[in-house]
């Protein structure tokens, strides 16, 4: 017998308490369930989206990494200095989250209409299908994730520094917002009217979620 999204909703809770994994319930018409979880636990954890979307069998597990501002303006940097060495390094950052096995997305900076950089933002996202959903499998895709994470913030810190501790801007969710489109990511004080989270802390980058659900529809 599959599991429905009632019996997914409430493992998932208990899978999180039995962790000691901190959840902040979400509204979102779009959605079953939509929690906010800080994973590894404690203070330097990242912030996940977990989401199971209405008419869906599946748990989507999302987060979004915004580059710092000082970051953003190295790159812009070493972009206008040695334009293929530039190059080289953003193809090696999509091989690496193509490697991790994971869905990905990443926000360049625009100049006109080109998306040339800086790096700006990513995405990391997993989904869990109700009739594969374990405990082991669940806590394994949030490792997984927080894991292809680390490995592009480290390499954005070792080759552009560690930043300024301010996160820095997002061309797409402008345009998007002059578009009278809802960008994916707002911040975390609006979070009370939105259906889409920034949670900004850690390693002076600033982590949130902005998972769609009509992405797995």
Same mark, same amino acid.
């Given at each position: 017998?599959?599991?429905?999204?009632?019996?997914?909703?409430?493992?998932?809770?208990?899978? /999180?308490?039995?962790?000691?994994?901190?959840a902040?319930?979400?509204?979102?018409?779009?959605a079953e369930?939509?929690?906010?979880?800080?994973?590894?636990?404690?203070? =330097?954890?990242?912030?996940?989206?977990?989401?199971?979307?209405?008419?869906?069998?599946l748990?989507?597990?999302?987060s979004?990494?915004?580059?710092?501002?000082?970051?953003q303006?190295?790159?812009?940097?070493?972009m206008?200095?040695? !334009?293929?060495?530039? /190059? +080289?390094?953003?193809h090696?950052?999509?091989?690496q989250?193509?490697?991790?096995?994971?869905?990905?997305?990443?926000?360049?900076?625009?100049?006109?209409? =080109?998306?040339?950089?800086? $790096?700006q933002? *990513?995405?990391? %996202?997993?989904?869990?299908w *109700?009739?594969?959903?374990?405990?082991?499998?669940?806590?394994?895709t $949030?490792?997984r994730?927080w894991?292809?994470? $680390?490995?592009?913030?480290?390499e954005?810190?070792?080759?552009?520094?560690?930043?300024?501790? !301010?996160?820095?801007?997002v061309?797409?969710?402008?345009?998007a917002? =002059? +578009?009278?489109?809802?960008?994916?990511?707002?911040?975390?004080?609006?979070?009370? =009217?939105?259906?889409?989270? +920034?949670?900004?802390?850690?390693?002076?980058?600033?982590f949130? %979620?902005?998972?769609?659900?009509?992405?797995?529809?």
């Amino acid at each position: 017998m599959s599991m429905g999204s009632g019996d997914a909703e409430l493992n998932i809770r208990q899978w /999180l308490k039995e962790e000691r994994l901190v959840a902040k319930e979400q509204k979102d018409p779009r959605a079953e369930m939509h929690l906010l979880i800080r994973y590894p636990q404690g203070p =330097q954890g990242h912030m996940f989206a977990v989401v199971i979307p209405k008419g869906r069998d599946l748990v989507a597990v999302s987060s979004m990494t915004r580059v710092d501002e000082g970051q953003q303006k190295e790159m812009a940097t070493h972009m206008k200095e040695d !334009k293929e060495t530039w /190059l +080289e390094w953003i193809h090696d950052v999509r091989l690496q989250l193509i490697r991790t096995s994971v869905d990905w997305g990443i926000h360049m900076g625009h100049e006109g209409d =080109q998306k040339t950089g800086p $790096l700006q933002a *990513f995405n990391v %996202s997993l989904p869990l299908w *109700f009739d594969g959903l374990t405990k082991n499998d669940f806590m394994h895709t $949030l490792r997984r994730l927080w894991l292809a994470k $680390l490995g592009v913030i480290h390499e954005i810190k070792f080759t552009h520094g560690p930043g300024v501790g !301010k996160p820095g801007p997002v061309d797409d969710w402008v345009k998007a917002k =002059q +578009e009278g489109k809802t960008p994916t990511v707002t911040s975390d004080e609006s979070s009370e =009217q939105s259906t889409h989270h +920034e949670i900004e802390f850690d390693e002076k980058m600033s982590f949130g %979620s902005g998972f769609d659900p009509s992405e797995w529809a």
